[in-house]
């Protein structure tokens, strides 16, 4: 009788979690996220395995805002959900809210209460906030997910790692694939160069390099040295255990 009433308990438990992943499975994503203002209030709902990226994306065509957006590593089942095809596995974001006031338009303000608005939600990941050292850009950067053993733990930021690259000329696709490379040696973590402007990364030439510099300012002194405008989605695979770097250009008319 005791061990009836215990797996009667323990279905209690999970059942919620079940219900959650099958909902957020199942559910329909928003090809983007819908901005809209009521009483002077902006509102802000995205619907995405990840809503966060899905959220900087509407701010950047709303506001002009270009933020660049890094992945922690999504390795337990709690964040991850089933889609299409055996076996393929994708973070197990859904909806996501977030508002603020319609007369306030610092970026930096803003950008931080929609990060805090995530934290406190139900979806994978959690984030931080930072500003570069080389001026205005911005990253949301992942810092937090579920460990193997279904607790919140904090993990190494991938792009943190300090490399050492000669200074020299080379085309943007060479340095991009030698920061990869680099960071491999590192951390052993696969970084593969996914979406991006091929045809221009290859045929523009820039001259960077640094002793022990952050991964991610390298690759921002990179891609600021091109005097375009670019931004980067660092998104993780579950499949693979490995990073994809998408790197998008924000063609002016």
């Known amino acids: 009788m005791k061990s009836v009433k215990y797996l009667t308990y323990l279905s209690l438990l999970v059942m919620p979690l079940a219900i959650s992943q099958t909902t957020r499975e199942k559910g329909s994503y928003l090809r983007q996220a819908a901005i809209s203002e009521t009483g002077g209030t902006i509102h802000i709902v995205a619907n995405s395995p990840r809503p966060l990226a899905q959220t900087l994306d509407a701010l950047?065509?709303?506001?002009?805002w270009v933020v660049?957006?890094?992945?922690?590593?999504?390795?337990?089942?709690l964040d991850l959900v089933e889609a299409e095809g055996p076996g393929n596995r994708v973070p197990g974001g859904g909806r996501f809210n977030?508002?603020?006031?319609?007369?306030?338009s610092e970026e930096e303000k803003i950008l931080q209460i929609v990060v805090d608005s995530y934290n406190r939600s139900n979806?994978?990941?959690r984030f931080e906030l930072?500003?570069?050292t080389l001026g205005s850009t911005f990253f949301v950067v992942g810092v937090e997910a579920h460990d193997g053993g279904g607790q919140v733990s904090h993990q190494r930021v991938l792009l943190d790692v300090p490399i050492t690259l000669a200074t020299r000329q080379r085309t943007v696709s060479d340095v991009v694939n030698l920061i990869c490379r680099k960071i491999f040696v590192q951390r052993r973590i696969t970084v593969k160069v996914g979406v991006a402007p091929r045809s221009v990364l290859d045929h523009t030439n820039v001259t960077v390099g640094g002793t022990k510099v952050t991964a991610r300012d390298l690759l921002l002194q990179t891609l600021t040295s091109t005097h375009r405008n670019f931004y980067w989605r660092l998104l993780?695979?579950?499949?693979?255990?490995?990073y994809f770097l998408d790197i998008h250009l924000i063609r002016t008319s």
């Open 130 to 132: 930072r500003r570069s």
């Open 98 to 104: 977030s508002e603020f006031p319609a007369s306030d």
């Open 68 to 77: 660049d957006y890094e992945d922690p590593q999504f390795i337990s089942k």
């Open 60 to 64: 950047q065509q709303k506001y002009g």
């Open 123 to 125: 979806n994978p990941g």
């Open 236 to 242: 993780f695979d579950p499949n693979s255990k490995a």
